[in-house]
């Protein structure tokens, strides 16, 4: 098993652009999700997704988007890059239950 | 809603040192809670968990126990290596999948 996978691991992308990133993974979970890490800090829910074709906002979803359209992947997509969205972000799954949530590697964003 | 809060940092010892990293929880219900390991440059990892009231967590010497009475789940470790430098997570979840976690205790181990 691969695990979670995020692509790409570094980006860095002027004002204005758009971007997505790719978030796959191989264990059949249900439930993934997004969060954005900033420099010292915790976690930051972004969105999340109970199911293909369900998701939801999390803490933090202004200036993202996100889709489900199969169990295993889970794009987030930024359609206009601010300096706020420079941070590194984390994609996740688990299924229901005991189970801790999988963490992909991150992919480091850098909005200049 | 649910929320955990972590003893915050940073936290400094020397190898061999006793670690304690308190965390404590409020939540509905009776959630599984957990703690991970972020090393430098990489996503989070299950450190141990546990699932029920009085289980104990174990793993690379680290302990944690569930009291429920207490609404707590405290990270220990012995003695502390250098390599165990990293930033620590307590988190909880519930069965329906959704987890909350702390802001994170970074730990520095000096030789």
């Known amino acids: 098993n691969a695990g979670v996978t995020q692509t790409p691991k570094f980006r860095i992308l002027k004002i204005g652009q758009s971007m997505t990133l790719q978030c796959a993974q191989d264990m059949n979970h249900n439930y993934m999700y997004w969060y954005r890490q900033d420099p010292g800090m915790g976690l930051k829910l972004i969105y999340y997704?109970?199911?293909?074709?369900?998701?939801d906002k999390g803490e933090v979803p202004n200036g993202y988007n996100v889709s489900r359209s199969t169990t295993e992947d889970f794009p987030l997509r930024l359609e206009l890059a601010a300096p706020s969205q420079t941070s590194v972000y984390f994609c996740?799954?688990?299924?229901?239950?005991?189970?801790?949530?999988?963490f992909g590697p991150g992919t480091r964003l850098t909005v200049l | 809603g649910d929320s955990v809060t972590q003893m915050e940092g940073p936290v400094t010892l020397s190898e061999e040192a006793f670690l304690t990293i308190n965390c404590t929880y409020t939540a509905t219900g009776y959630p599984s809670l957990f703690w991970y390991v972020q090393y430098p440059g990489e996503g989070l990892q299950l450190l141990l968990k546990a699932t029920k009231a009085d289980d104990k967590g174990s793993n690379k010497g680290f302990e944690a126990t569930y009291r429920k009475e207490t609404t707590s789940f405290h990270l220990e470790k012995g003695s502390v290596q250098v390599s165990d430098s990293a930033v620590y997570f307590c988190a909880l979840k519930h069965n329906a999948g959704k987890s909350t976690f702390g802001d994170g205790t970074t730990l520095t181990v000096k030789p």
């Open positions: 997704s109970v199911g293909a074709g369900i998701t």
């Open positions: 996740a799954s688990t299924d229901r239950g005991v189970n801790e949530q999988f």
